[in-house]
């Protein structure tokens, strides 16, 4: 892919430009009297001639930029849910003085994220503190560690808008985001304020800037306090109205949102995801990232023209799944990778979607030494090399049928006129 290498060169010719136009500036001004000595030419009127030689040599320079072509590029990769129900509490745990240690679920996977400029999950659990206790369902508690493990598995970016935002109520939501700071990510969807609840997310690379925002459906009863409305972003359509007209103005080139939503163990979207989807295609998002039902849903690419005859595209997945966690069978224990690659066209400025990928994950538990140990798989990769750490011959031709089976069911929705973004077109049966 052409990188913005370009202006290197642009710099180059504008240097060799400024050199010849320096002269080029002199050759206009008054030809000077034969009798007239080259040292006495007034002052001012080499001044003179260098502004319009610079002048020109400005047009000349915007008329360059306007004919050249190039593009840039971001990749952001994202995934569902992170949960850590009880058992896995008890894997992770290693000793009181040395903590918790959860990186084995990510060894497969951190190789696809190191490929992205961003890399999203969203945090299903509260990092609250041992204070509060640690506990999976129905009230989620984990270690700070979980924190340090999304950080060395290449996470960048983390949703914290979900059903389990409060499940330590106010202190977890601040807690939570403090062990976030710590390890350096940025994150959206709850906040300490007013006020840094009404910043949006930039996420800025290679000249393409995306907000990103995080909603969820509610907090499972547990009620967000008096005159705090801005721990935890609910859905609200006209809220999220808002926010993508304070993105736009903040100069975002894409916006995202990470959405809540859904009915729990159902595969296709509800009515009710689909209604929210276009209306906030219609109000101008550009990708909605769905979690929530614990299982796959498809996604789908859509492009559509406006009033004015402006081109559209959006992307949405309805549900990405459960990305780690100790749910198992009817589909809990599959996710998705979320990959997309968006691009930048120059000079036009316009965004579009190059490529997406939808790769199928598992998430294997097995027994080592008397302990579960936990991985996440990426499922083409365990096809390709028939086998992983920890797997039976078995369970291969288990993963076989479920990433040929969950390939189609992602694509199930997709129109034949989008397959040039996919990467890996779904094969025509
Ligand atoms: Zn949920």
């Known amino acids: 892919m052409r990188k913005a290498s370009s202006p290197l060169l642009l710099l180059l010719f504008f240097a060799f430009l400024l050199s010849i136009a320096v002269?080029?500036?002199?050759?206009?001004?008054?030809p000077m009297a034969q009798s007239e000595q080259p040292a006495q030419v007034e002052e001012s009127s080499i001044f003179d001639g260098i502004t319009k030689g610079k002048e020109r040599l400005q047009r000349e320079w915007q008329d360059f930029r306007q004919s050249i072509h190039y593009t840039t590029s971001v990749r952001v990769i994202t995934v569902g849910d992170i949960m850590v129900h009880d058992n896995q509490l008890q894997a992770a745990f290693i000793s009181p003085e040395a903590g918790y240690q959860f990186?084995?679920?990510?060894?497969?996977?951190?190789?696809?994220?190191?490929?992205?400029?961003?890399v999203l999950g969203n945090l299903e659990t509260t990092l609250a503190g041992s204070d509060k206790g640690f506990t999976g369902y129905p009230q989620f508690n984990s270690p700070a560690e979980?924190?340090?493990?999304?950080?060395?598995a290449g996470f960048n970016v983390i949703t914290t808008a979900n059903n389990h935002s409060l499940d330590r109520r106010e202190v977890g939501v601040l807690r939570t985001l403090d062990r976030l700071d710590e390890q350096g990510f940025l994150y959206t969807g709850t906040f300490r304020s007013e006020a840094e609840r009404n910043e949006p997310l930039l996420l800025t690379k290679n000249n393409i800037t995306i907000a990103l925002f995080a909603y969820t459906y509610g907090t499972n009863g547990?009620?967000?306090?008096n005159g705090k409305d801005?721990?935890?972003?609910?859905?609200?359509?006209e809220q999220m109205k808002a926010d993508i007209v304070k993105a736009r103005q903040a100069g975002a080139d894409v916006i995202a949102m990470a959405v809540h939503f859904g009915n729990e163990y159902q595969r296709e979207p509800s009515v009710q995801q689909v209604t929210l989807v276009d209306q906030l295609f219609a109000a101008g998002v550009d990708i909605i990232y769905g979690s929530h039902p614990h299982v796959v849903q498809p996604f789908e690419i859509r492009t559509w023209e406006d009033e004015a005859g402006k081109e559209h595209q959006g992307v949405v997945i309805y549900?990405?799944?459960n990305f780690i966690s100790d749910q198992r069978g009817d589909y809990k224990d599959l996710g998705l990778i979320f990959d997309l690659t968006i691009e930048k066209e120059y000079p036009s400025q316009k965004v579009i979607f190059k490529q997406v990928e939808a790769i199928p994950t598992y998430v294997n538990r097995y027994w080592q030494d008397g302990k579960r140990i936990y991985r996440i798989l990426p499922l083409e990769q365990v096809?390709?090399?028939?086998?992983?750490?920890?797997?039976?011959?078995?369970?291969?031709?288990?993963?076989?049928?479920?990433?040929?089976e969950l390939r189609g069911h992602v694509h199930s929705r997709l129109g034949e006129n989008v397959f040039q973004f996919l990467r890996t077109p779904p094969v025509e049966k």
Do not use: C, M
């Open 319 to 321: 549900s990405l799944g």
């Open 103 to 118: 990186d084995s679920y990510f060894t497969e996977v951190s190789p696809i994220f190191a490929e992205g400029d961003w």
């Open 146 to 152: 979980l924190a340090v493990a999304l950080k060395n």
């Open 222 to 225: 547990i009620p967000i306090p």
């Open 230 to 237: 801005y721990l935890v972003n609910l859905i609200d359509l």
């Open 23 to 30: 002269g080029y500036g002199l050759a206009q001004t008054e």
């Open 383 to 404: 096809v390709k090399d028939q086998g992983a750490e920890g797997l039976t011959a078995q369970q291969i031709t288990q993963l076989e049928k479920y990433h040929e």
